[in-house]
């Protein structure tokens, strides 16, 4: 279907709506709180009991502004609960990991299908399914599939029908929202919603409608699915470009934030800050997926992959020159998680960083982190005060946290990964 934008506002229905939420990670829970906000009787599931758990008491198992007050009203008020089981539902929303394999690089949608198949067994005639997680083009089709061969007795979306020939509306809608700000951004950022038919891009939109007051651009799902990786590759490139920046002034004795901070006042010039490398789970991962699916044309979208997955080892190998120089010497790390300021440590760079480092030089590592509580660190791991490892011989500031901003610039030899004191 061509582009097109949903503007109206939908009535509430005569009748409250069940919206099942199926993955209470880091989307599905700010999500389902945000949507049980706005009058629908949210069930979210996940196969974790601990954190269905926490959720029925009110409470959050991630760090995210805003987020549990929001939980703990809509829990108190009846409109949002959790369990283990998926529900019979208006509307199912699927919002599980979509990583991909370590050793190739290529996507695992093993959560999106087993979603799948346990939202048929639930799903009656009717019902809305979304897909939010991020997908290579083609696996909401595949999604289909699984729920078609599992419940035969139903009519799902197929090439060629019509919304009259089709018994459950599927579509695909991906987040575009960034830790420590998502509630914020579930409210105001335009949103693309692909509907494997038009009447389901529609009623996805009317949800997302009751969630956002930003645009919504309705279009089919395969478009949808490429656009979500269109916006991460796009994104992991121009970090690329500014973190081989970084390699190549390291080379030539020049100091990357002064060049690119001069650069930056050309008037249609705007380089990126380099990092300790690109973690997270979109920008890490997505791109790979574009790679996977279109391996000889994405040169330039596999380049960047390479230069952001090179950079923690580039700087493991620059710490430990220092550290094999004097073997008396310790190092402080700075940050483990994969941002500044959130407790999220999925694909984190410096964490890797910090990681190889403590292998490689058993005792003679400290981390700093204020989100320690939230990571099941390993047993390598040697997490210290602030003040203890800024005091450290060597210092490498991996992840800029604000609180890391408010100390003075250490005495000892730097390695500033982040542009912490720049």
Not at 3 to 32: D, M, S, W
Request: proline residues 8%; negative net charge.
């Amino acid at each position: 279907m061509p582009l097109t934008l949903y503007a109206e506002f939908q009535p509430r229905p005569a009748e409250r709506q069940t919206l099942c939420i199926v993955g209470l990670g880091y989307i599905g829970l700010p999500t389902g709180a945000a949507l049980a906000d706005a009058d629908y009787n949210v069930i979210g599931v996940d196969i974790d009991p601990a954190i269905v758990e926490s959720v029925n008491a009110g409470k959050v198992h991630i760090i995210e502004p805003g987020l549990e007050p929001l939980v703990a009203r809509v829990v108190r008020d009846g409109a949002f609960r959790a369990q283990t089981t998926i529900p019979e539902a208006d509307v199912y929303l699927i919002t599980v990991p979509t990583p991909v394999v370590a050793e190739s690089n290529r996507p695992d949608l093993s959560h999106v299908f087993a979603a799948a198949r346990a939202v048929a067994e639930a799903v009656r005639p009717g019902a809305l399914v979304v897909l939010e997680s991020t997908s290579p083009v083609g696996a909401t089709r595949r999604m289909i599939d699984i729920m078609a061969s599992a419940r035969p007795e139903l009519r799902f979306p197929q090439p060629g029908a019509d919304d009259e020939a089709v018994d459950v509306d599927i579509a695909y809608s991906p987040e575009r929202v960034i830790p420590g700000k998502t509630l914020n951004e579930l409210a105001s950022n335009a949103r693309i919603v692909g509907g494997a038919t038009p009447r389901a891009a529609r009623r996805a939109a009317a949800v997302y409608r009751a969630l956002t007051q930003g645009e919504l651009l309705l279009t089919d799902d395969r478009s949808a699915e490429f656009v979500k990786l269109t916006e991460n590759a796009f994104r992991d490139v121009n970090i690329a470009f500014a973190n081989e920046l970084s390699l190549i002034c390291d080379r030539m004795g020049l100091n990357v934030w002064d060049v690119i901070q001069l650069a930056n006042r050309h008037p249609r010039v705007e380089i990126l800050k380099p990092g300790a490398g690109v973690g997270g789970h979109c920008i890490a991962v997505d791109p790979w997926f574009i790679v996977d699916q279109a391996p000889e044309e994405a040169k330039l979208i596999r380049a960047a992959r390479e230069v952001n997955d090179h950079k923690p080892a580039w700087l493991t190998d620059k710490v430990s020159a220092m550290l094999e120089l004097d073997p008396e010497a310790r190092l402080g790390c700075l940050g483990l998680t994969f941002k500044a300021d959130v407790d999220d440590f999925r694909e984190s760079p410096a964490l890797e960083i910090a990681l190889r480092l403590s292998r490689r030089f058993p005792g003679r590592v400290v981390c700093a982190e204020p989100f320690a509580e939230a990571l099941k660190a390993p047993p390598e791991i040697q997490v210290v005060s602030l003040e203890e490892a800024l005091v450290q011989p060597i210092v490498a500031a991996l992840v800029p946290h604000s609180a890391f901003r408010q100390v003075d610039r250490p005495a000892g030899v730097l390695v500033d990964a982040c542009g912490l004191w720049q």
